[in-house]
């Protein structure tokens, strides 16, 4: 009875990192709207080896359209620029000598059609997860079912895991949702 139980927990488990996941991986899409999240992937030398940006300069949004980076130590003012430049967030910064500005640009209507496929993609990997995690789960429970648990506790199990996908499919559908709202309003 506990093994089914643990089953079902550890599904729960994978099926909500794949929608935290998501959830990131969509943050870092830009939506024609200022926020520092898009920034997250990118890495800056420091001292030899790549850190992330926020780990040396601090990124503020003062309006709905502009990002500012204003670095720890001035000398990295230039090492800042030259990761946005080559990282894919597609936003030339603006470099003062103190602080870095990216000035957001609005999208175009085939911009748009782009970020929001690529968050139908992103929304699909994760319901592929969820949908990993559940079979892992069933084979588990029908596995378990041969080492002496009760066909009904198996049966009853595999509905909780069923519960529990159908949830989170749904969460994913939200987000995705969500998202795409975001995109596609101008």
Do not use: C
């Not at 093994?3 to 929608?19: L, P, W």
């Not at 990761?83 to 602080?99: L, R």
């Not at 000035?103 to 699909?124: M, Y």
């Not at 909780?160 to 998202?179: G, R």
């Amino acid at each position: 009875m506990v093994d089914t139980k643990q089953n079902v927990k550890a599904a729960e488990e994978k099926m909500s990192s794949a929608i935290e996941f998501l959830d990131e991986q969509l943050a870092r899409i830009r939506a024609g709207k200022a926020n520092p999240k898009i920034l997250d992937g990118i890495k800056v030398p420091y001292y030899g080896s790549p850190v992330p940006l926020t780990n040396v300069a601090t990124v503020t949004t003062p309006d709905a359209k502009t990002i500012i980076i204003t670095p720890w130590e001035k000398n990295l003012i230039r090492d800042i620029e030259k990761a946005i430049m080559d990282s894919d967030v597609g936003i030339t910064p603006e470099n003062n000598g103190e602080i870095i500005r990216l000035g957001i640009p609005p999208l175009t209507e085939e911009r748009r059609r782009a970020l929001a496929k690529q968050s139908k993609q992103e929304a699909e990997n994760a319901k592929i997860s969820v949908r990993n995690a559940r079979r892992d789960a069933i084979e588990a429970i029908k596995k378990s079912v041969k080492e002496g648990v009760g066909e009904d506790l198996a049966k009853d199990a595999e509905a909780e895991v069923q519960k529990v996908h159908d949830k989170f499919i749904k969460k994913v559908d939200e987000l995705y949702a969500a998202k795409e709202k975001e995109i596609m309003t101008v």
